[in-house]
């Protein structure tokens, strides 16, 4: 039997208003007041940073910065896949309002002619850059990364980016491999460098360029790493010894979980050493040793990452920027390391949802730099590890990357985008997240406690499409087309809770009275969501913050 009240609770709930929110809609400020904003975003990168509590992880200069931002313990992505999590959060809309489910379509021709962050920031005075992937490249942002709206200039792509998928990794046998574990020697690598280190090198020169600008700035910057293939210089492997690298905590395929809800990662299995391990479809396993392997060279990648954000970062405050620039740094979405079985993106477990989300804000989240002072020094990460930085501020209530539009407007002090309708394919500017600026106001929520919400009462949204009811060759990625069935995902402070539903992907449409499979895990109980007591609550009452 179908969970009764489902459907009406996701459009009810999703879209209309949570809870009570305290937003504000501030006038723009003129241009030599208003702030610029530095937006970095990452590919892959879940919340494995010293930051969030991860003693493993050397990522100091992230970690700086987190000393400086108000960090969000519990962010997550609307869907756990590349193109449609940015589409969702570049525009401030779901999925179901993007329809884009996978990599296939153009918003602004397939659902609606829906602003963009870097567009409302260009439309209200400031140049707006991007640099390495922000956008989706491809038919996701119209083959041009959604220029010239979203743009003042063309954006940057660095040219070794060419060779991330190719033939450039040295295995055992001396030959070079298209392989998923690849550190290399920059020197021996195509053009000698990387795509990540090339977009750090035009972030900053546009950055030494923008310094004497009379106009503010709005500069995006994606970095590729941790995203396959790991390939990093390998020095950086030195900061992992295999014998310091465990397995998942929870290696196994639950007993309880639906096989809809399995991703059978097959972007990994096309990699050649993952070929000749010889893996059965779809659920493995990999050997031991070669999971530790994985687990290394991503860790090594985010070190490697460290190092790039730490140069950007420095070279804002060698430019006497850091007084004047918000830096926003987030991912778009996690990637789960064995966690389930499972490895890669493409579900709604909170290692595949859950992101790093941070804010630094000049005078707000951290005293303005005093002449001289610098924020951002450089840290390296092979130096002796000192002791770790905590996080300046941080929020415990869940909140979802859909936020980042209205929030960041209203950090700069543009007006924040009005609440969307429901339908809202014909209006252009609203948006479908909640603004978390309340969340800044940490004087008065000091001296007044029902300014800071109840957690409880906090609520983050994700799906993800399926082909078919159990995992094949398509179901990580199917194309529009061949969506069957539909994972809707809503994460309390308490419980996660899925039911995967049929959908038609000619009407876009979720049918809540046809229920596949479900999913219920308790936080408290099960974090990390290994015993789904979905069919032992069946015929009980739904969770009274389910209902609408």
Not at 25 to 41: E, K, R, S, T, Y
Not at 214 to 231: D, E, M, Q, T, W
Not at 427 to 436: F, H, P
Request: hydrophobic fraction near 35%; charged fraction near 20%; charge should be negative.
């Amino acid at each position: 039997m179908p969970r009764p009240g489902l459907s009406q609770l996701w459009l009810g709930l999703v879209l209309g208003s949570v809870c009570a929110s305290l937003e504000s809609a501030a006038p723009a400020n003129n241009a030599q007041d208003a702030l610029n904003v530095l937006l970095i975003i990452v590919d892959d990168l879940r919340p494995s940073l010293g930051c969030y509590g991860d003693k493993l992880i050397r990522s100091p200069n992230i970690d700086q910065l987190a000393s400086h931002s108000l960090l969000f313990q519990n962010a997550f992505a609307q869907q756990a896949v590349c193109a449609p999590s940015r589409v969702s959060f570049l525009t401030g809309r779901r999925p179901d309002t993007t329809r884009l489910y996978d990599f296939n379509s153009y918003w602004r021709v397939h659902a609606g002619n829906f602003s963009t962050i870097p567009q409302y920031f260009k439309e209200n005075g400031y140049v707006t850059m991007s640099v390495g992937k922000v956008f989706h490249p491809g038919i996701s942002s119209n083959h041009s990364d959604d220029s010239p709206y979203s743009w003042s200039v063309p954006p940057y792509h660095p040219s070794s980016e060419q060779y991330e998928n190719t033939k450039t990794c040295k295995g055992p046998d001396g030959e070079l491999h298209a392989n998923l574990l690849c550190p290399v020697d920059v020197a021996d690598v195509p053009e000698g460098t990387l795509p990540d280190k090339q977009s750090t090198e035009q972030a900053v020169r546009l950055l030494e360029k923008m310094k004497t600008s009379a106009s503010p700035f709005f500069l995006a910057v994606g970095y590729h790493k941790p995203h396959i293939p790991f390939r990093y210089p390998k020095e950086f492997q030195r900061l992992y010894p295999l014998e310091n690298i465990t397995l998942a905590p929870d290696p196994q395929v639950p007993a309880g979980l639906p096989p809809v809800a399995y991703n059978p990662w097959m972007d990994i299995r096309q990699r050649e050493d993952v070929q000749a391990l010889n893996l059965s479809v779809p659920y493995g396993p990999i050997p031991v040793d070669f999971q530790r392997k994985i687990r290394q060279s991503y860790f090594a990648s985010v070190s490697y990452l460290d190092t790039q954000v730490g140069q950007l970062l420095s070279a804002l405050d060698d430019l006497q920027l850091a007084n004047s620039t918000i830096v926003v740094f987030t991912s778009d979405h996690g990637w789960a390391l064995g966690e389930h079985g499972e490895w890669a993106k493409y579900s709604n477990f909170d290692v595949t949802t859950r992101v790093p989300m941070m804010f630094y804000v000049p005078g707000r989240t951290a005293l303005l730099p005093e002449a001289g002072e610098k924020l951002f020094p450089y840290i390296n990460p092979f130096d002796s590890v000192s002791e770790l930085m905590e996080p300046g501020r941080q929020a415990v209530d869940l909140v979802e990357l859909v936020s980042l539009f209205p929030t960041l407007a209203g950090l700069a002090g543009l007006h924040v985008p009005p609440r969307c309708p429901i339908p809202s394919f014909h209006v252009q500017l609203c948006r479908e997240g909640q603004s978390l600026l309340k969340h800044f106001r940490f004087h008065d929520s000091e001296e007044d406690p029902a300014l800071r919400g109840n957690p409880r009462e906090s609520i983050a949204y994700s799906q993800y499409p399926r082909p078919a009811d159990s995992p094949q060759w398509n179901s990580d990625k199917p194309s529009l087309k061949d969506i069957k069935v539909m994972g809707y995902s809503i994460r309390t402070i308490d419980y996660r809770y899925t039911v995967w539903v049929g959908f038609s992907p000619h009407e876009f449409l979720a049918n809540f009275s046809d229920v596949h499979a479900g999913e219920l895990y308790f936080v408290d109980s099960d974090p990390l969501q290994d015993h789904n007591m979905y069919n032992d609550s069946q015929g009980g009452d739904l969770p009274r913050s389910l209902t609408p």
